[in-house]
């Protein structure tokens, strides 16, 4: 759903697959302090799960949504 959302909306990611990257999990862990997903990072700060007014937020204050 977080992929969706940012399609939706033009705003480009990178998806990473934590079991199948090298590394993936231990930098998802030092950034997150959890294993949970999907995770966004955006503006050097991160969002855990699928929380679309959450996501809203994260990404207006990174500057990839404008505000209303």
């Known amino acids: ?3 969706e959302f940012l399609s ?3 705003i480009p990611f990178r998806e990473v697959h934590v079991f199948r990257e090298s590394g993936a999990i ?3 862990v030092r950034l997150t302090g959890s294993l949970a997903a999907p ?3 955006a503006g050097g700060k ?3 799960g699928y929380d679309p ?3 809203t ?3 207006t204050e990174a500057g ?3 505000k209303e």
């Open 26 to 28: 231990d930098d998802l």
């Open 46 to 48: 991160f969002l855990r």
């Open 1 to 3: 759903m977080a992929k």
């Open 53 to 55: 007014v959450g996501l």
């Open 64 to 66: 990839w949504l404008d």
């Open 39 to 41: 995770v966004v990072i």
């Open 57 to 59: 937020g994260l990404l």
């Open 8 to 10: 939706h909306r033009g």
